[in-house]
T-cell receptor, first 113, second 122 residues
């Protein structure tokens, strides 16, 4: 099946710093999402971004589907950005992709005041 | 409000008991998923269902069972055969949409998650 690798596994920042999280995937995809898992375990949707670039406030994401990677940018980080960031993909199985949504292992982000 | 509701939020199971976790959605989504998360780990797929009365095993289906009798509901039963059931369980759903340029093929689109159920064996 499709493999999803996220890097770095851990990231520690001072408040105000910028960061880039990366998600590599091993096959073509119909669907790519970025999630933030808060301390209570809930997965918060950040971006649905199979291709192209999107921005939402201090966060932006870019997916280059042809090169099989996606980047999540966090600018001017805040302590509330701490948590785990997951990338998840749905493989493109010949145009009709009724398949598994596969997650990477996540990036643990800690932002210190 | 539209959304995905998982219940209960916390569940305690005795050794040898079966327990059922509830997942209900009123988003009219076609596909539903169950994931398991262990402390400090990522999400692993247990079962998924694309339509009513049909479901497929994920990567770690052993010791679990599901049903999909209604579009809105996808309950997960953790059986006594699951030797290490203590974990955080998350349910998700996704709508379908036509894939542009494929002549009519469909794909699942954006997934949304419930708040999870923490299961502990006592």
């Amino acid at each position: 099946g499709i493999q999803v690798e996220q890097s770095p596994p851990d990231l520690i920042l001072q408040e105000g710093a910028n960061s880039t999280l990366r998600c590599n995937f091993s096959d073509s995809v119909n669907n790519l999402q970025w999630f933030h898992q808060n301390p209570w375990g809930q997965l918060i949707n950040l971006f649905y971004i199979p291709s192209g670039t999107k921005q939402n406030g201090r966060l932006s994401a870019t997916t280059v589907a042809t090169e099989r990677y996606s980047l999540l940018y966090i600018s001017s980080s805040q302590t509330t950005d701490s948590g785990v960031y997951f990338c998840a993909v749905l493989a493109n199985a010949g145009g009709t992709s009724y398949g598994k949504l596969t997650f990477g292992q996540g990036t643990i982000l800690t932002v210190h005041p | 409000d539209g959304g995905i509701t998982q219940s209960p939020k916390y569940l305690f199971r005795k050794e040898g008991q079966n327990v059922t976790l509830s997942c209900e959605q009123n988003l009219n989504h076609d596909a539903m998923y169950w994931y398991r998360q262990d402390p400090g780990q990522g999400l692993r797929l247990i079962y998924y269902s694309q339509i009513v009365n049909d479901f497929q095993k994920g990567d770690i289906a052993e010791g679990y069972s599901v049903s999909r009798e209604k579009k809105e509901s996808f309950p997960l039963t953790v059986t006594s055969a699951q030797k290490n059931p203590t974990a955080f369980y998350l349910c998700a759903s996704t709508p379908k949409a036509k894939v542009v340029g494929t002549g009519g093929a469909y794909s699942n689109t954006e997934a949304f998650f419930g708040q999870g159920t923490r299961l502990t064996v006592v």
